[in-house]
C-alpha cells in the first residue's frame, strides 16, 4: 500500500526557516508530480510548489522567492524549504504524487496526512 510521510513542520517566529519532507513507501515506481498543498483554518486547500518528473517546478505567486521545492535522488521524495516565513503561511502542508499503478496504465493521486506550520508574528 502505498503511503506518503511528511515531517518537518512546526513553529517557527516569523522571517524564519522550516524545512519540510514528504517520503513515499510501498511502490517501486518512481512518482511522476510530486506537489505540495496547504489549508489555513477555514480556507480551501490551495497548491504551494509542484515539481514533476523531470524537475520542472511551478509555484504559487505567494511563496515564490521564499520556498523552494526539490526531490531527492530516488525520485520518491520531495522536499520544501520554506524561507521568510510569514503569520500568513501558517497552515497544515499536504504532500502529493502521482503514483504510476502497479498493474495497468496510468497513475494514482495520493495525499499524505498533514503536517502543521505555525509562524508566530
Known amino acids: 500500500q502505498v503511503q506518503l510521510v511528511e515531517s518537518g513542520g512546526g513553529l517557527v517566529q516569523a522571517g524564519g526557516s522550516l524545512r519540510l519532507s514528504c517520503a513515499a513507501s510501498?511502490?517501486?515506481?518512481?512518482?511522476?508530480?510530486m506537489g505540495w498543498y496547504r489549508q489555513a483554518p477555514e480556507k480551501q486547500r490551495e497548491l504551494v510548489a509542484t515539481i514533476s518528473s523531470a524537475d520542472g517546478t511551478k509555484y504559487s505567486d505567494s511563496v515564490k522567492d521564499r520556498f523552494t521545492i526539490s526531490r531527492g535522488n530516488t525520485k520518491n521524495t520531495v522536499y520544501l524549504q520554506m524561507d521568510s516565513l510569514k503569520p500568513e503561511d501558517t497552515a497544515v502542508y499536504y504532500c502529493?504524487?502521482?503514483?504510476?499503478?502497479?498493474?495497468?496504465?496510468?497513475?494514482?493521486?495520493?495525499w499524505g496526512q498533514g503536517t502543521q506550520v505555525t509562524v508566530s508574528s
Open positions: 510501498g511502490t517501486i515506481f518512481s512518482a511522476n508530480a
Open positions: 502529493n504524487a502521482d503514483i504510476p499503478r502497479a498493474y495497468g496504465r496510468g497513475t494514482v493521486n495520493y
